[in-house]
T-cell receptor, first 113, second 113 residues
């Protein structure tokens, strides 16, 4: 079956612009996660959804970052007033139940110029 | 000091070699230990999953956890060129937050034919 799908695969934007990154989890997976991977680093936790609600958003770096999952399936990570330091690969993962094995997508590579 | 330390390498070995990858950690609450493999421009994929201390074997891969030393290892026997990738250790605490993975930086492995 299809894995976790993330679009776009690459996004180049100018400093100060707004971006949206989309994640389509594996069908039927109730838990969804966003991680950020900077160059040469491991992924860092951003936010965790169980169903439609954000169960833990403690990893979001500041209030420029926001994520939604309105129908409990597709999720969108939104970044306002982008900064060069936001450049990274944004990874989405889903699991079939709370605390199950995480299945990662291939990420969106965001470059802020 | 970071919660999880992993030597980033890079590590280059000939085909057929035994590879040893390691991580140390400082958070004694970690109970779940994982190894992920990440190919270039792809998302991490789960290789091994271990709960608490002990060994786990799966084909050419063996994962070891020593909680008393806060040290985990991944051994790859008879390494193949297809094993060339970045290997990430990851861990999480028990209880309500065990969905939140803390990753090492990753070790870049190249297996030369």
């Amino acid at each position: 079956g299809a894995g976790v799908s993330q679009t776009p695969s690459n996004k180049v934007t100018e400093k100060g612009k707004y971006v949206e990154l989309r994640c389509d989890p594996i069908s039927g997976h109730t838990a969804l996660y966003w991680y950020r991977q900077s160059l040469g680093q491991g992924p860092e936790f951003l936010i965790y959804f169980q169903g439609t609600g954000a169960a833990d958003d403690s990893g979001l770096p500041n209030d420029r970052f926001f994520a939604v999952r309105p129908e409990g399936s597709v999720s969108t990570l939104k970044i306002q007033r982008t900064e060069r330091g936001d450049s990274a690969v944004y990874l989405c993962a889903s699991s079939s139940r709370d605390r199950g094995t995480l299945h990662f997508g291939n990420g969106t590579r965001l470059t802020v110029t | 000091q970071k919660e999880v330390e992993q030597d980033p390498g890079p590590l280059s070995v000939p085909e057929g070699a035994i590879v040893s990858l390691n991580c140390t950690y400082s958070n004694s609450a970690f109970q779940y230990f994982m190894w992920y493999r990440q190919y270039s421009r792809k998302g991490p994929e789960l290789l091994m999953y271990t709960y608490s201390s002990g060994n786990k074997e799966d084909g050419r891969f063996t994962a070891q956890v020593d909680k008393s030393s806060k040290y985990i290892s991944l051994f790859i026997r008879d390494s193949q060129p297809s094993d060339s990738a970045t290997y990430l250790c990851a861990m999480s605490a028990s209880g309500g937050s065990n969905y939140k993975l803390t990753f090492g930086k990753g070790t870049l492995l190249t297996v030369n034919p």
